[in-house]
């Protein structure tokens, strides 16, 4: 006995008639008959009462009736429940991600999981590398973009890009544009460490990740920096160099937003010699499973990432 054979029977007592009940599901008369017959040889009872006039239930077939009525009609509230549940993954996910590559990166995934899973809910904490740590760590954050961070404690790594630091800022004087090395593969030409030292620096505080490394690596090469303006605010320090008050290092993720790239004077020079770079990891919680809407997430941000780089739109290497 299944549902087919229980909307047959059904039609057959609504309509009155084989015939007409053939006629209004499409089925042959015969095979309809041998449906019934099947339906009442199962049951062990007769359903129906034949006559030159049409057919009749008999207490079991009314009975029948009655229950197979209710069971069709659950059956189809079933697969309406089932039909209005979501589909897809839902969810809330926070995700933690240095603020500078936040500008690059998190636009064009959270636009694009608008329209590949719309009841996934991202938040997101901009912070200094620092603080995405700190958040990870304290489990505010579902997904964590670390800065140098290959691994950590209680957190699922996956290695995602590393790229190059840039000097960047105005040459008023022209000074600057003799000191570049041009590469004879085209791309950013490439500035010595210890001349990008020298120049007029606007820089943030050392508490920032690009700082102490600039910081380290100058106490290596036993120079010191020519640092005029220091400032946390990252608006600030662009404002400054975007002025022509200074030149700053700065991660490949940021060029993008440069307004200044057409002008004769605005110089972009990888810094070489020792080269400057900055990896960057994906991180989740290494103590639990990650749910499927942080999946979907961690997913669309490597993705993105991929994208980016292959586009040449971020001057980074893909390292998953």
């Known amino acids: 006995m299944d549902l087919r054979t229980l909307r047959y029977f059904i039609a057959v007592l609504e309509a009155g008639s084989l015939s007409r009940a053939a006629g209004s599901l499409y089925v042959a008369q015969p095979a309809l008959t041998a449906q019934i017959k099947k339906l009442e ?12 006039a049409g057919v009749t239930p008999t207490p079991a077939g009314m009975q029948l009736y009655e229950d197979a009525r209710r069971l069709l009609s659950d059956a189809d509230a079933l697969r309406e ?27 064009p995934v959270l636009a694009g999981l608008r329209r590949s899973h719309p009841r996934i809910r991202v938040f997101v904490l901009d912070d200094l590398s620092l603080m995405v740590r700190k958040a990870m760590l304290e489990r505010r954050a579902d997904i964590g973009i670390l800065v140098d961070t290959p691994q950590l404690e209680n957190l699922r790594c996956r290695p995602l890009a590393r790229e190059s630091i840039f000097i960047c800022g105005h040459d008023v004087d022209g000074t600057v544009a003799p000191l570049l090395r041009r590469l004879a593969a085209g791309g950013y030409p490439e500035i010595d460490f210890v001349r990008a030292a020298q120049l007029p620096l606007v820089l943030q505080s050392r508490r920032f990740s690009i700082r102490q490394a600039v910081e380290e690596t ?15 605010s990252a608006r600030v320090i662009r404002s400054l160099y975007q002025c022509g008050a200074g030149f700053t290092f ?36 290494a103590e639990r499973l990650n749910d499927a809407a942080t999946q979907v997430v961690a997913d ?4 993105e990432t991929a994208r980016l780089v292959r586009a040449g739109i971020w001057q980074a290497e893909l390292l998953s």
Request: aromatic residues 4%.
């Open 300 to 303: 669309a941000l490597a993705q």
């Open 81 to 107: 429940r089932i039909q209005r549940l979501p589909q897809g993954p839902e969810g809330s996910v926070t995700v933690a991600a240095p603020f500078l590559l936040a500008s690059l990166l998190l636009g």
């Open 41 to 52: 040889a199962e049951l062990g009872a007769q359903l129906l009462e034949r006559s030159h």
């Open 218 to 232: 100058a106490s290596r090469q036993g120079v010191g920096l020519n640092v005029v303006h220091e400032h946390d």
């Open 250 to 285: 700065t991660p490949a993720c940021s060029l993008a937003e440069s307004t200044h790239q057409g002008r004769k004077d605005w110089i972009v020079a990888r810094v070489a010699r020792p080269a400057l770079q900055r990896a960057y990891t994906l991180a989740t919680s």
